[in-house]
């Protein structure tokens, strides 16, 4: 059987790596010291992190009154902060389980730096809920467990119930998944390592994994299997967190449009921010040859269509409300765009709407820092679209005697940054103790594009299973 | 070359290595053509097509995964079902005690756990893989850039010497017979 590739197949990897280069320039990132470059983010992200947390512990020790919340305007800068964390949780399981099912090879540069993005987020959403509870020690009511109080049972028909199921299965899988992932890699660098405690941990931590094929077999099942069931699952995260608002009577949040709206709308923030860090992994790093513009083009690609849909979707919204007839939903939408928050909701705009659309000019999704800037805008938006959402909605509600207007205090905005603190530390953590890249997935589309697998010294055609193996045998004493 | 002697509790190996996904491919075809036995094959990525090479047999984990889903999301039913309008029913909004559209959502999650983590502990049993695992490789670099034949020595008709031609002619770097204890 003659090799037979498609002009169409370019190699995902570039700079003609054998196995052994790609296990060397993953794992060597991990075994020189961390440059000063890398400590300085990570004090700066360690800095975030601790103003975050005493901004956090003033507020859980003196109330949630430490916040602008008031009446009117109940969720504010805590959920936003909780929706935007989900949503960029939702790239992760993206790249590694529907990107999977789709067969996309690219996806294996990215898969494992965005499943880690994935759980960092997930811990940064949970943790708004939390301290959003004003006694958060008591957060373990929402398990239905056997109680002291009647049994008193959690109510199974409150979207905040079905929120708090979907977060922890969503943070489980995506963990599962990940490590599962990442066995075989931890096998290669304790292999790698002669001696010390990179070779006792990850001994520990590899579970013996010696790249048996029967287990390579059952591994990919399971790895098919988990990508099946993640698929869903990160659609019913976000369509469930959509559902938080969607279920209440509240004039621009009371929408069927807003599950389709709300996933659209993560996975576009999700990659943002996977461009974000990994645009700035492959310069510092390197992995300039992983991690190539072919991967930024195909990324920018979905930010195109993802933006596109949230685009539509603002402006289904805008119809619905003009064609309902329904004088609340015009109104909250006529403030939307002219009220006090017009500026936020006019910055959403922008950045989400306009700036995506730049994506369509090659020139521009070839251009690596008008990439990296227009992803960080996005994010931006995408954070003022939940604080729209969110803010606007309330701040002006049925009772005009009740209408309120709402400013971040300086906690809530120090525990906004504590959050990308937090999230940073645990990023720049993750780079330094564990391959970045998927080294056994990329190991496997090496050869991808190329005409031949680039691993061996000679070039030798793939044998079909012998007719008659004496001959074969013959032929080969000679 | 000696040939083992089957009553004894060790047996004989057969050691192939190779460079290449092509090679080692090409070599299972041949071996398995042959009948001959293979014990398992270790490589650093997973080569597409070498489990059918080797005839290994497909995994079952597709089935523990089903009926565990199936299993979580009918116990959640149940379990949402005698909450809600059985141990102690609470008035919601005027909602049906066995509002059922609601307890969708939460039946989903549950099923996914279920099947989720029950399929990753079947894997670690399947698989007998647990933390602190002592690794056994098969030779080294097959987490690397190695992949590794292993070949029982079963009976009399295994010709060590034809099969280390026939693995050299598949382009094998490297060749060794071992004797192994068997447990």
Partial sequence: ?478 | MSISNTSSPSRRIFVGVFENEKDILGFTREVTARGLKIIDIYSPYPVHGLEQAARFRPSRLPIICFVLGLLGAGLKVWFEFWTTAINWPIDVGGKPWNSWPAFIPITFEVMVLIAGIGTVIALLIAARLYPGKPAKLAFPGTTDDRFAILLEEHDATFDADEITRLCRDYGATHVEERTEEVN
């Fill in chain 1, 1 to 478: 059987m003659a090799d037979v590739q498609s002009s169409m197949r370019q190699p995902w990897i570039l700079g003609d790596k054998k196995l052994i280069d790609v296990s060397n320039d993953i794992c060597e990132i991990l075994e020189r010291k961390p440059t000063r470059l890398w400590w300085a983010a990570f004090l700066a992200s360690l800095t975030l992190l601790v103003a975050g947390t005493g901004a956090v512990i003033y507020e859980i020790s003196v109330g949630i009154g430490t916040w602008g919340l008031n009446r009117t305007v109940g969720w504010a800068f805590d959920i936003t902060n909780f929706v935007f964390w989900i949503g960029i949780g939702h790239a992760g399981t993206l790249i590694s389980a529907i990107l999977f099912l789709f067969r996309q090879k690219w996806r294996t540069s990215v898969n494992r730096a965005a499943e880690a993005m994935t759980l960092f987020a997930v811990i940064c959403a949970g943790l708004f809920p939390l301290i959003h509870m004003g006694r958060p020690w008591l957060f373990y009511w929402i398990v239905p467990y056997p109680n002291f109080r009647g049994p008193l049972w959690v109510n199974f028909r409150s979207p905040l119930c079905w929120d708090f199921f979907a977060i922890s299965t969503y943070f489980t899988i995506s963990a599962l998944f990940w490590y599962i992932g990442l066995m075989p890699d931890l096998a290669t660098i304790r292999d790698r390592a002669k001696r010390g405690w990179r070779k006792k941990i990850m001994g520990w931590l590899s579970f013996g994994w010696n790249g048996s094929c029967r287990t390579w077999t059952r591994y990919e099942i399971v790895y098919l299997l988990l990508a099946g069931l993640a698929t869903p699952l990160v659609l019913s995260v976000h369509t469930i967190v959509s559902m938080d608002f969607a279920t209440s009577i509240v004039p621009g949040w009371h929408t069927t449009i807003f599950p389709p709206y709300f996933v659209a709308g993560a996975i576009f923030s999700g990659f943002a921010m996977v461009l974000t860090l990994m645009l700035i992994a492959r310069k510092v790093l390197p992995l300039e040859n992983y991690f190539t513009k072919r991967h930024v083009d195909v990324m920018c690609k979905i930010i195109i269509v993802t933006g596109s849909i949230v685009g539509l979707a603002y402006l289904t919204e805008f119809f619905t409300a003009a064609y309902s007839g329904n004088v609340y939903e015009q109104f909250v939408f006529f403030n939307r765009a002219a009220g006090p928050f017009a500026w936020a909701y006019w910055t959403m705009v922008t950045c989400n709407v306009l700036s995506p659309q730049l994506f369509w000019f090659k020139k521009i999704r070839s251009n690596l820092l008008i990439v990296f800037a227009l992803s960080i805008v996005i994010n931006v938006g995408m954070w003022f679209e939940r604080f729209v959402i969110i803010v606007t909605s309330l701040h002006r509600d049925y009772l005009p005697s009740s209408w309120a207007d709402y400013s971040p205090t300086i906690i809530e905005i120090l525990t906004l940054l504590g959050s990308f603190g937090l999230f940073l530390t645990l990023f720049l953590l993750f780079c330094r103790l564990l391959p970045m890249i998927a080294i056994a997935e990329v190991k496997g589309v090496l050869s991808f594009g190329r005409p031949t697998g680039c691993s061996g010294p000679r070039e030798r055609p793939l044998p079909e299973p012998p007719a008659d193996p004496e001959r074969e045998l013959e032929g080969a004493a000679v």
